[in-house]
């Protein structure tokens, strides 16, 4: 599965993006799909995750009721609405997936994007 994530970028303090990825070259009806993000210096944190199949989410609690995780399956794509943003959330953010149930452990996700910075400003 290739991953292609885009629609990072500059965002000042309570505003919002919305992050798109892209899979292709594979069949991802089975796969979990999931965000990460990194920010300088800390390790790669899981933000939120979408089972391809039955659309079931589930959320870290620093995004959870400012962040939406959702699928387009014409279209391949997931996306990461981002609401009410604060500069704690940015980071460089990925996106994952792996076969089966949606988990939190980055290295339990096989592939990933090539990842998106988000920048919000106070």
């Known amino acids: 599965v290739q991953l292609q994530a885009y629609g990072g970028g500059p965002v000042q303090t309570g505003g919002s993006l919305r992050l798109a990825c892209t899979a292709s070259?594979?069949?991802?009806?089975?796969?979990?799909m999931a965000w990460f993000r990194q920010a300088p210096g800390k390790e790669r944190e899981w933000v939120a995750g979408?089972?391809?199949?039955?659309?079931?989410?589930y959320y870290a609690h620093f995004v959870a009721g400012r962040f939406t995780i959702s699928k387009d399956n014409v279209n391949n794509t997931v996306y990461l609405e981002m609401n009410r943003l604060k500069p704690e959330d940015t980071a460089v953010y990925y996106c994952?997936?792996?076969?089966?149930?949606?988990?939190?452990?980055?290295?339990?996700?096989?592939?990933w994007g090539q990842g998106t910075l988000v920048t919000v400003s106070s």
């Open positions: 994952a997936a792996k076969w089966g149930i949606i988990r939190s452990t980055p290295s339990e996700y096989i592939f």
């Open positions: 070259g594979r069949d991802i009806s089975s796969h979990a």
């Open positions: 979408i089972k391809w199949s039955d659309d079931v989410t």
